[in-house]
Structures are given as C-alpha cells and as structure tokens.
C-alpha cells in the first residue's frame, strides 16, 4: 500500500516528496515509478508499439528517455529499448547477480533494469526491460 510505504520512511524530507508524488501518479504508476514494482508480463500498453520516429519520456517528470528508433521487439513481455538519450538515466548495480535498475535521472522514478547480450542489438548489446507504465510516447509533431 503506497499510504503504508510513504508512512515507513523515516526522512520527513522524503516522505513528503513521496506525497506529492502520490498526489501526481495513478497508484499503478506510484508503485512503479516510485515503490520500484514491476507491471505484470504483456499488460503494458507500449510492448507492441512501435513508432518510426518521436521519443519516450518519463511518464512522471517528462524528461525524454528514449528516441523511438532506440526500440526493439524483444519478445520479453515489456517494452525493449537497446540504447537510451545520453544522460537521460541514472544506472545502479544491486546485489551479487550484479542487476543494473535504471531510473530517469530527472525524477529518480524506477524504469526498469538493462540486461547485457550478445543478442540484443549492436553496438550497445543491451535490452532495458522497461515498464510501460514508466513511459510516455510523445510524436515527433508534440516534442519540442
């Protein structure tokens, strides 16, 4: 429960920002953007969409994440980019399985995590598995 997980952070700095964060996300956008969840295989609505040009931006601050050629089908379940806009996000390596989480380096919201093989598309031989929920599409007309 967002309420519950706001209330448990000791920091009243961050708990308020946490707050307004609330104020501003759907709960299903909170819990992932802001509670680092993960939406459920094949539900998001940007797996199949695929545009030739526009960019992907942070469905929370708005900050331009992706240029939509950066997108792939992966087959995955979640929307595949091989690359991202330079200093767009902000990567984090956890535990001993070494997981790198991206998050958007304009809001620290939880992207998802970049997974690193040979099969994925040259140069960068990267997915980020990203959550649609954390994304917005914007066409090339509406993007400044």
Known sequence: DPVDWIAGIEDPV????ERKWLSMLS??????LRMKGTEEIHTGELEDHF???GKYH????DTPL??????????????AFSDNLPGALTRTEHGRNRKIE????????????????KRYPAPTHERHCVN???????PPEADP
Do not use: M, N
């Not at 709960?27 to 992932?32: G, I, K, M, S």
């Not at 942070?58 to 601050?61: R, S, W």
């Not at 992706?66 to 929307?79: C, E, M, N, Q, V």
């Open 132 to 138: 649609s929920i954390s994304l917005k599409f914007v």
């Open 51 to 53: 545009a030739k040009a």
């Open 27 to 32: 709960e299903p956008q909170f819990r992932v």
């Open 14 to 17: 961050a708990r308020d920002t």
């Open 102 to 117: 991206i998050t958007c380096s304009g809001c620290d919201g939880h992207v998802g995590h970049v997974f690193k093989s």
């Open 66 to 79: 992706y240029d939509a050629p950066h997108k792939f089908k992966s087959g995955h379940g979640w929307p």
């Open 58 to 61: 942070c469905a929370a601050c």
